[in-house]
């Protein structure tokens, strides 16, 4: 299989302030988020050239920002216009988009203070993140645990907290699984290394308490989904030998979407009725198809963006 070098290709990013050729968007070897992780992002997917909850994306990458104690110098405007510019300039309706702001070179101490805060977008077309997520995939379970929210800021999407996910991923993919379940210091599940997991056990669709993880946006909206659907969500701690008593289990993503899990670990699931629906519910409303209001159902074509959610003032931690 060749691999096609994602710094050595066609078209435009969008790097402080202008478009720019792909392969000149650089940054030096010196670069303080290189080597001390001072670099937050964000990874959001457009759908018939709408990216959709694009300023959430955009208010969350400045949260995070501000978790790690820096300000990106482009407003939240800035960034979904931003965003829509490099969609256009490089003609994609159906793709990937990765904003990240991160430190520059000025400092090669551990301090932030005298560096220049840089934002570069990129977009890119990029398929199902998992190949057998409609079948159900396999996850291992992940040695690395997620930490504290008193060791580490858990609330931002900051680059260095990916590391334990990688390897995660990685130790998974050497004994044949597709990812792998993470749980956290206290010993509860957690998430996959790059998405949130639910579990059904009959009418009740149960995950895990974001105490010291990402509440993603998906996340969101697939709870907002399943409640009007009339589907009891528990949020709560989750403890590993429960996972004998789900029947269903579905990991939900920008990139991963609403992926269904056959296997964690020593545990099985079928892939049951309510995970196919709620995938289908999803890939509906990013698409444009169903409009979501009340307690029914309508489906319609439509801008994503026109989509007003009742948890907007909720989504994004500032603490």
Known sequence: MSIKDYADRDGWLWLDGKLVPWRDATAHVLTHALHYASAVFEGQRAYGGQIFRLNDHSRRLHSSARLLDFEIPWSVDEVDAACNQVLEANDLSDAYVRPIAWCGSEAMGLSTEDTTVHLAIGAWPWGKYFDDGAKG???????????????????????????????????????????????????????????????????????????????????????????????????????????????????????????????????????????????????????????????????????????????????????
């Open 137 to 319: 995939i396999r996850l291992d379970i992940a040695s690395y645990r997620r930490p504290p929210d008193y060791a580490a800021p858990v609330h931002a999407k900051a680059a260095g907290l990916y590391m334990i996910a990688t390897l995660s991923k990685m130790r998974a993919a050497r004994r044949g699984y597709d990812d792998a379940l993470m749980l956290d210091w206290r010993g509860q599940v957690a998430e996959a290394t790059g998405a949130n997991v639910f579990f059904v056990n009959g009418d009740v669709l149960h995950t895990p308490a974001p105490d010291c993880f990402l509440n993603g946006l998906t996340r969101q909206t697939v709870i907002d989904l399943a409640r009007r659907r009339g589907i009891e969500v528990v949020e709560r701690a989750i403890w590993p030998e429960e996972l004998e008593t789900f029947e269903q289990m579905f990991l939900t993503g920008s990139a991963a979407e609403v992926t269904l899990v056959g296997e964690a670990g020593p545990w099985s699931f079928e892939v049951g009725e309510m995970s196919r629906q709620l995938a289908k519910d999803y890939d509906n409303l990013v698409n444009g198809e169903t409009s979501v209001t009340g307690r029914g159902w309508r489906r319609r074509r439509f801008p994503v963006q026109m989509i007003e959610w009742n948890f907007l003032p909720c989504l994004i931690s500032t603490a």
